[in-house]
């Protein structure tokens, strides 16, 4: 009953929101009849920014005018030209049925950003959060932030991290990276009563790389991961994860003259511990993961799958989860598997109207050799919309038996 009380709640809230007056300035994109004749910037150079943003731009004049890719390119602006303040205005073209599109840059005081890539609270597995700042020079990026997360591995890991990206190098499609971190791991009672002396207390990271552009919008990372374990027991020795890694990236967005706008990404990982780099651990590790999603109007809808195998002596941080905050999340990952699995298939169905969201789980973790077990889950609740989703949510396993919904709320999930 209690739980028929809080879904009641939740479409309540969100059909009072779509029932809700409209505002007549919003009601429609007026816009939408122009054509867009140039895109320009004020203070700097169009040729500053990198190549696939000047694809993006140049792809933009002749198009329709729609104010929901303006706002992204806006979006994507700024993450370039941090140091700028970017607003958008619209300017007369050479024809009555043409505009000019005009970022007006106005540089900031100080360089520095501060952003909060993770904040959730799961009512089983508590708050996970991440906070980071930046700041640009010379055209070179630095990072430096903190984290607790009990979302993303088997263990809880909590500490420091930073980073540094170098301006974009050969024609803009090179860039150089360094990520460094420190955290200090925290186990479920149970998983490290069965890991015993496996359980290992701290890990110190280190991950040179580079992002190579191979053609828009194909994107390949190259890099080497160099991990150092400390195990709980003093008189074990510790051990390193050292692997190669390649991550092939692929994303685009388009829109029809319906004024439907589509996504698809699609992301490939691996990771090869090998003794070439003196790794204790030596195994291979698969991840793939697809998304399309649709949107029109008020409504949007995305399907995402993902999929991975673990094969070979993997450390326990490279193992697979789910149950967590964007996969079977009416489940517990520790319900699911305490220490994680080397085999992973999940899918997702995500519909959001206006402030209502609904979303279908479904796949399964598990040891290779063991039992395949598909569970499936539901989840509703409300969402605001825009670069900063907040949401709150009742997820619940769809199973015979006892149900014990789990309450999840945060940003960007």
Known sequence: MRLFWVVATCCAVACAEGNGPRNPATAGNVNSRYTVESVELTRVEVARLSQPLRERIAALIGARFDQQVIDDLGQRIRHELRQFLVSMRLGRGSRPEMVRVIFELTRKREEVELTIPRLTYHSRQNFSFGLDTGFRAGGNTFRFGAATDNDTLVERFSGIRGGFESRPLAGDRVRLGVAAAS???????????????????????????????????????????????????????????????????????????????????????????????????????????????????????????????????????????????????????????????????????????????????????????????????????????????????????????????????????
């Open 183 to 413: 955290y200090r791991s925290q186990w479920w009672p149970e998983a490290a009563a069965s890991l015993g002396a496996g359980a290992y207390r701290s890990r110190i990271v280190f991950e040179p790389g580079a992002t190579i552009v191979l053609a828009q919008p194909l994107t390949l990372q190259l890099g080497v991961g160099l991990e150092r374990l400390e195990f709980q027991l003093p008189g074990l020795r510790d051990e390193l994860a050292s692997a190669a890694t390649m991550t092939l990236r692929f994303e685009r967005r388009w829109q029809l003259t319906t004024g439907s706008q589509h996504l698809l990404e699609a992301t490939y990982g691996l990771r090869s511990g090998t003794r070439a780099l003196s790794s204790d651990f030596l195994y291979t590790r698969h991840r793939a993961r697809a998304q399309y999603r649709f949107r029109r109007g008020r409504g949007e809808i995305s399907a995402t799958a993902e999929a991975g195998i673990l094969n070979g002596r993997a450390p326990l941080f490279e193992r697979f989860v789910a149950g967590n905050s964007f996969s079977l999340r009416g489940w517990s990952k520790y319900e699911l598997s305490p220490l994680g699995g080397d085999r992973l298939v999940t899918a997702s169905v995500d519909f959001r109207f206006r402030r209502l969201r609904l979303i279908y789980d479904t796949g399964s973790v598990w040891q290779d050799g063991s039992k395949v077990r598909v569970r499936h889950s539901a989840a509703v609740g409300v969402a605001t919309r825009g670069p900063t989703s907040l949401c709150a949510m009742v997820a619940f396993p769809i199973r015979e038996g006892p149900v014990s919904p789990m309450f999840i709320t945060g940003i960007n999930f």
